[in-house]
T-cell receptor, first 112, second 115 residues
Framework: DAKTTQPPSMDCAEGRAANLPCNHS???????VYWYRQIHSQGPQYIIH???NNETNEMASLIITEDRKSSTLILPHATLRDTAVYYC?????????????FGAGTRLFVKA | DTEVTQTPKHLVMGMTNKKSLKCEQH?????MYWYKQKAKKPPELMFV???????INESVPSRFSPECPNSSLLNLHLHALQPEDSALYLC??????????????FGPGTRLTVL
């Protein structure tokens, strides 16, 4: 089972910041939080990852709480092309090694 | 080259057919993955290959048979599939499966329809 929970859907106005929350209360101390997104009918695309500190790249910012039990992905100026399903992932340790298990994700609708 | 390619893009097959899906990457990655995605659902992990050896099989039915002939190629052989196996099949790769940081690069997928 996925180790993360996210709201099923969110709306955002074009040009505004989109803030996507994720709960991962069972995360272990050395596991990264990963964010991917999937635009309709395409393969998932890596966005950003983080361990303890906040992170920023050309696509987004990632804010991780001090206790690491939750995080927020921020798209600073959302565009229509950011409409997608956003997945927050913490890998699960199984008998064969770590596995990337996708949860249901958040469907973000960016509206003009 | 940071691309994972998958062929074919679309595949229609009957329940008695044998077909194969192909995935290729030239990023020097040593871990490769197959995922299955049904409509409006998240991707589900099927298989993980690490250094060309199968390391994870998520209890996938034997009608799906993965193969990793070399570090750049990953195949998924299909035989006697059922209509419920119709889905988008995604391939991904990463530098190594066991490392603490694991960014996966996904291909565009093969959309499979079983009649």
């Amino acid at each position: 089972d996925a180790k993360t929970t996210q709201p099923p859907s969110m709306d955002c106005a074009e040009g505004r910041a989109a803030n996507l929350p994720c709960n991962h209360s069972t995360i272990s101390g050395n596991e990264y939080v990963y964010w991917y997104r999937q635009i309709h009918s395409q393969g998932p695309q890596y966005i950003i990852h983080g361990l303890k500190n906040n992170e920023t790249n050309e696509m987004a910012s990632l804010i991780i709480t001090e206790d690491r039990k939750s995080s927020t992905l921020i798209l600073p100026h959302a565009t229509l092309r950011d409409t997608a399903v956003y997945y927050c992932i913490v890998r699960v340790l199984g008998s064969g090694g770590f596995k990337t298990i996708f949860g249901a994700g958040t469907r973000l609708f960016v509206k003009a | 080259d940071t691309e994972v390619t998958q062929t074919p893009k679309h595949l229609v097959m009957g329940m008695t057919n044998k077909k194969s899906l192909k995935c290729e990457q030239h990023m020097g990655h040593r871990a490769m993955y197959w995922y299955k995605q049904k409509a409006k659902k998240p991707p589900e992990l099927m298989f993980v290959y690490s250094y060309e050896k199968l390391s994870i099989n998520e209890s996938v039915p034997s009608r799906f048979s993965p193969e990793c002939p070399n570090s750049s190629l990953l195949n998924l052989h299909l035989h006697a599939l059922q209509p419920e196996d119709s889905a988008l099949y995604l391939c991904a790769s990463s530098q190594a499966a066991g490392s603490s940081f694991n960014e996966q690069f996904f291909g565009p997928g093969t959309r499979l329809t079983v009649l």
